[in-house]
């Protein structure tokens, strides 16, 4: 497994899932002129349940669609794609009801449970056809796909938001529009629901499937508990206005988990493909050394950047949370470090061992975020998420080690976290005048330092 290659593939996938994300860093502003606290609070809420619901309800099955269709021959693939499909369009259809009647009838005032039901059922099907397209080797749909959903939402946002002042039933109205347009672009391409033949529907290849699948729901639902636990907890103690600052201040760190996301994608496929090659244990142990290098570079260089951006925003109420952004940073890196070295255990099939780390680093959450939120507040759960991500990585890393021989050099990493916190310190305590002298000079280091990965990247993109 070579960085390069890593490198080519990310910046690949990056195009695709940087639009939404980046989406959503540019609209902070607007964020902040016409979205209040309360109903970003409210908006935030509903897709942390999305993001716990989903994998329950679909039994995190996309998950399972690289393993089963990379290297399958056509008629292997229309015997697994009709199988997908049947548990695919079964579980949507029970859902919506399901999920509609609990909304309507939950204590908490949920609003439109129909309509947050099929933005529930749509994420689930939007996961799966993006999977698809990656297994049938359509990335170029998948990345096309992902920019039209960006602009769609950014359209309807404008419409909904900035001139009908909807509110947050904007907000929702404009996220569904978005998934419906990334469903009906891929479909149009691959045309998925073409390839079914109800006649070879195989419910021992779904036993199968799910077999390799459900452990990974859990595993999904556990790292729901380290993001989406302390939401409810900031909702119940705090209250929704607060809960908006905790989800405006963690927009710096979706960046990172974003490029994560996709730098994940790209190694769980390397990983598939190379876990019988000679070598792979030590080119995987020394491309994910580089990769952890890479990303504290890059929150060491987004906190002077986000400092400067919350001076400009500092008569408004999301002000406050600028002392949680470098948390949130170094817990988006951890994250995605434990992500990367999950991967291990999806390319050997021992995906229950990702489960148990990340239930054990969700326990370390849940039980900081119940002592100290009463009196820290929402630096607690910015704590919280913080040691359970470090926990989940230790445990994957002692596991790793012990099927593969993964190791990583921990000094390294250590000293430039050190780094990070110091820069992170001085930073909040000089605020903008620190930042604006430090953030051209830091910039040139770390790109000296990730020079290789960069370069390989403008290569990349320039060929394309």
């Given at each position: 497994?070579?960085?390069?290659?890593?490198?080519?593939?990310?910046?690949?996938?990056?195009?695709?899932?940087?639009?939404?994300?980046?989406?959503?860093?540019?609209?902070?502003?607007?964020?902040?002129?016409?979205?209040?606290?309360?109903?970003?609070?409210?908006?935030?809420?509903?897709?942390?349940?999305?993001?716990?619901?989903?994998?329950?309800?679909?039994?995190?099955?996309?998950?399972?669609?690289?393993?089963?269709?990379?290297?399958?021959?056509?008629?292997?693939?229309?015997?697994?794609?009709?199988?997908?499909?049947?548990?695919?369009?079964?579980?949507?259809?029970?859902?919506?009801?399901?999920?509609?009647?609990?909304?309507?009838?939950?204590?908490?005032d949920f609003r439109w449970p129909a309509l947050i039901s099929f933005m529930l059922i749509t994420q689930g099907l939007v996961y799966s056809w993006q999977y698809f397209a990656r297994a049938f080797g359509e990335n170029k749909i998948y990345v096309i796909s992902s920019i039209i959903g960006s602009v769609t939402n950014f359209i309807f946002f404008i419409l909904f938001i900035i001139l009908n002042n909807t509110g947050v039933l904007g907000l929702l109205?404009?996220?569904?529009?978005?998934?419906?347009?990334?469903?009906?672009?891929?479909?149009?391409k691959i045309r998925i629901l073409c390839k079914v033949n109800l006649r070879l529907i195989n419910l021992n290849i779904l036993k199968n499937i799910l077999k390799y699948s459900i452990p990974l729901t859990f595993n999904l639902v556990a790292i729901w508990m380290i993001t989406g636990f302390g939401r409810l907890m900031i909702i119940r103690n705090l209250g929704e206005d607060a809960n908006g600052i905790f989800s405006f201040s963690s927009r710096f760190s979706l960046m990172i988990l974003m490029i994560g996301s996709v730098l994940s994608m790209a190694v769980i496929e390397e990983a598939i493909l190379t876990i019988n090659t000679q070598n792979h244990n030590s080119n995987f142990s020394k491309s994910v050394q580089s990769i952890f290098s890479l990303f504290i570079h890059l929150i060491i260089a987004m906190i002077p950047l986000s400092i400067i951006f919350y001076s400009l925003i500092d008569q408004t109420e999301y002000y406050s949370g600028i002392i949680l952004v470098p948390i949130l940073l170094l817990y988006a890196v951890i994250t995605t470090m434990s992500s990367i070295v999950g991967s291990i255990f999806q390319a050997i099939s021992r995906t229950k061992y990702q489960m148990i780390s990340t239930l054990v680093g969700s326990v370390g959450t849940v039980l900081f975020s119940l002592l100290f939120i009463d009196r820290f507040g929402l630096i607690a759960i910015a704590y919280g998420q913080l040691i359970g991500s470090i926990i989940m990585l230790f445990i994957r890393c002692l596991y790793a080690f012990k099927f593969t021989g993964f190791i990583l050099k921990w000094f390294p990493i250590i000293m430039n976290v050190i780094f990070y916190i110091l820069i992170a310190f001085i930073s909040l305590n000089q605020k903008t005048q620190f930042s604006y002298i430090i953030i051209l000079p830091l910039y040139i280091v770390i790109f000296f330092r990730e020079r290789k990965f960069f370069l390989s990247s403008i290569k990349f993109v320039f060929r394309k």
């Open positions: 497994m070579e960085i390069n290659r890593i490198a080519k593939k990310t910046i690949l996938y990056g195009i695709g899932n940087f639009s939404s994300k980046f989406l959503g860093f540019v609209l902070l502003p607007l964020y902040a002129l016409y979205v209040p606290s309360n109903d970003l609070g409210f908006y935030d809420l509903t897709q942390t349940m999305i993001g716990l619901l989903t994998p329950l309800l679909f039994l995190a099955i996309w998950e399972s669609i690289l393993k089963f269709l990379i290297g399958r021959d056509d008629n292997d693939r229309v015997q697994i794609v009709s199988t997908l499909v049947f548990f695919l369009v079964s579980i949507s259809i029970f859902g919506f009801i399901i999920l509609s009647i609990f909304l309507y009838f939950l204590k908490y109205l404009a996220l569904i529009f978005s998934q419906l347009s990334i469903l009906l672009i891929i479909e149009l």
